[in-house]
């Protein structure tokens, strides 16, 4: 295998590598300190009475429940779909690997629309729900059913191709020894599988906290119930907190670079995993 070694960069290279570091600086780590700056710009005092505000805690609560039932919906969603296309070949594969990228292309402002028109009072499944006493629409349910759709591609495009890589020998080697298959899962392929897994639970989990477009469709946006924490820096910021804003702003940052942490860490096991296994 052929190595090839970093060279030091020459008078171009490092106007390039400068140019790179200070587009970062202005577009990436400029705006995320004045966030911090922001929040903490009337002192620790405000800043701890807007977070303890009971609409912030309501949105924070909210956002959490939705992150916690999204994230294992597409966990398992996720992987049961990468299982099918990369290890059976049927009628209508190429076509489901599209649909599994349509919340990629669909405007989230368009999905929040689809499912507004699904579950609303005026469609016969609104109707009907709506009879039977169970809300969707204006509720949590209808935010965690927009959530998990907008994410459902994060996991299996993680898995689908490094899967594909992998090939099927040893789950078939693991069947001809007579391994079951939920045994030949979890001894074989979810540790071949485990990093890729992690890090697209953690991707799902970002933009699940993140999602702005189309809960703001089907929400309501009613404080203290049915408003987000995305959603609730945009009414806070119409309120003129902006103080408050930056600090239920700060929150989501926080999430951000946590994931951002993770996601490092996660991509370095993976390849030296990769990096092991092909020496």
């Known amino acids: 295998m052929q190595t090839y070694i970093a060279q030091k960069p020459k008078t171009l290279g490092k106007v390039l ?34 977070l303890l505000d009971k609409d912030m805690l309501a949105a924070i609560r909210l956002t959490l429940w939705v ?15 990468a299982w099918c296309v990369t290890k059976f070949q049927f009628t209508g594969r190429k076509l489901l690997i599209a649909f599994i990228d349509a919340p990629y292309a669909i405007s989230p402002v368009v999905a929040g629309l ?28 209808v935010i965690v059913l927009v959530t998990i759709f907008v994410t459902s591609p994060y996991v299996a495009r993680e ?8 090939g099927s020998e040893e789950e078939e080697a693991a069947m001809v020894l007579g391994a079951s298959g939920l045994r030949m899962f979890l001894c074989v392929t979810l540790p071949n599988i485990k990093w890729a897994l992690l890090y697209g639970t953690v991707l799902t989990t970002a933009r699940a ?34 103080v408050g804003a930056f600090t239920a702003a700060l929150l989501l940052a926080s999430i951000a670079l946590l994931t951002l942490i993770l996601k490092t860490i996660f991509e370095y096991l993976q390849n030296r995993k990769l990096s092991g296994s092909l020496h």
């Open 17 to 50: 590598i400068g140019l790179g570091l200070f587009f970062v600086f202005l577009l990436l780590i400029l705006p995320l300190t004045l966030i911090f700056v922001s929040a903490f710009r009337g002192g620790w005092e405000l800043f701890t009475s807007n």
């Open 159 to 166: 898995l689908i191709p490094l899967m594909e890589a992998q």
């Open 209 to 242: 906290v993140g999602e702005f477009g189309s809960v703001a469709v089907v929400s309501g946006a009613i404080r203290g119930h049915t408003n987000t924490l995305p959603l609730h820096v945009q009414l806070l910021q119409q309120d003129y907190n902006s």
């Open 67 to 81: 992150a916690l039932l999204t994230v294992p919906v597409n966990l398992v969603f996720g992987t049961l779909i």
């Open 114 to 141: 689809c499912y507004l028109l699904l579950y609303g009072n005026q469609s016969w499944l609104g109707g009907w729900l709506d009879s039977q006493g169970i809300q969707v629409i204006f509720a949590w349910p």
